[in-house]
């Protein structure tokens, strides 16, 4: 099959997926995100949280913000320009924070980091309050800090910021050698590509290895030491999909929902024999193939729990499993209820 052809097919295949499946209601997403923004704050900041989210969210390219949701927050009509002169305005309200699983502040540059709206800082100390996770993202570690936020945890910094942290905060811990740091209830992140290192870890933790894998192959991240200039020990391994013979399998298996393909067929259309393709696989994403086309259609059940009025007979026929026991088995392993019982308490 040629490359045209098969993107063809993936596409024939999307497109009957989605004529079957009824528009999507107002459901709870696997991870919901909050956006803070101050002046002057660095527009890649600001992509490198959405951007993963939005590709994790839905199956293809798709869009749809179904298992990520995300928001920038602020009174009607504020806008936010960011460093390089763009304004970005909010698209909602100050939300109860409790409505997120993560509130994230994206700071801006230092001088003007007294200029946001009092409203926001606020809100962060609400949203910390209330138990939240708090995101500082590039100088938004500054914010937290300024607000007290950061007592007893150490703070991830940009190089380029650390004299300044340390006369800022002097008895602050700090590090400049982290893509990311995650302590009791707060997350630093220096800025920059660590930003993705960060987002595709968070995506993993709450979506699954799946929508992980989605986001580094839509993003086309490579596993190049230029990539950053911080420690790579701590971030994501699905990162590092540097092989394009298991971004090809990924694709291949995300874009079947994990219907009716094997490790074997996979192998085969890739070049490898069955033995390499494991070994290949397991090595790049860290589970075997057969694990991965299962948790795929796992997924792709829960959606259609979520989002369809079919049984849970026609939704193992559906998505490939051999009857509604083999299917209750595989999803109580991994849900930890039965599909009658989630589809009833998410209703």
């Known amino acids: 099959m040629t490359a045209q052809n098969e993107a063809d097919y993936i596409h024939w295949l999307d497109s ?6 009824l528009a999507a209601r107002d459901r709870k997403p696997d991870v919901s995100v909050g956006i803070l923004l101050w002046p002057t704050f660095p527009m890649m900041s600001l992509t490198g949280v959405v951007e993963p989210l939005r590709h994790a969210a839905d199956f293809a390219d798709s869009s749809r913000p179904i298992h990520c949701r995300w928001s920038i927050m602020g009174k009607p009509g504020y806008e936010a320009v960011a460093s390089c002169g763009i304004s970005v305005r909010v698209d909602a309200p100050y939300i109860n924070p409790t ?3 993560y509130v994230v502040v994206i700071g801006g540059l230092l001088p003007h980091l007294q200029a946001a709206p009092a409203a926001h800082r606020d809100y962060v100390r609400v949203a910390a309050s209330a138990g939240v996770p708090l995101i500082g993202a590039c100088t938004g570690s500054f914010v937290l800090a300024q607000e007290g936020l950061l007592v007893g945890r150490k703070a991830a910094i940009h190089p ?6 340390r006369v800022a905060f002097p008895r602050q811990p700090f590090s400049t050698r982290d893509d990311f740091l995650i302590e009791d209830g707060r997350i630093t992140v220096p800025g920059g590509v660590s930003i993705l290192s960060l987002m595709t870890e968070l995506i993993r933790n709450h979506c699954g290895p799946d929508r992980a894998a989605k986001a580094v192959y839509q993003l086309s991240l490579s596993d190049q030491k230029t990539m950053s200039n911080f420690d790579h020990e701590r971030a994501s391994a699905f990162r590092h999909v540097g092989d394009a013979r298991v971004q090809r399998a990924i694709v291949l298996i995300e874009s079947r929902k994990g219907r009716d393909v094997s490790p074997e067929q996979i192998a085969a259309t890739i070049g490898l024999s069955p033995r390499q ?5 397991q090595t790049h994403i860290g589970m075997s193939p057969k694990h991965f ?4 259609r796992l997924r792709y059940v829960r959606f259609l729990l979520d989002n369809s009025v079919l049984s ?3 939704i193992a026929h559906e998505t490939g499993f051999s ?3 083999h299917l209750a088995t595989a999803f109580r392993k991994k849900y ?3 599909p009658s019982e989630f589809r009833h308490r998410r209703n």
């Not at 009957?16 to 499946?21: S, V």
Request: net charge negative; no cysteine.
């Open 16 to 21: 009957l997926w989605a004529e079957r499946l």
């Open 99 to 101: 409505d997120f699983d």
């Open 160 to 165: 380029f910021h650390a004299e300044d942290f």
């Open 277 to 281: 393709f494991t070994r290949l696989f």
């Open 293 to 296: 086309i299962v948790e795929t």
């Open 312 to 314: 849970v007979t026609a």
């Open 323 to 325: 009857d509604s026991a």
């Open 336 to 338: 930890q209820s039965s």
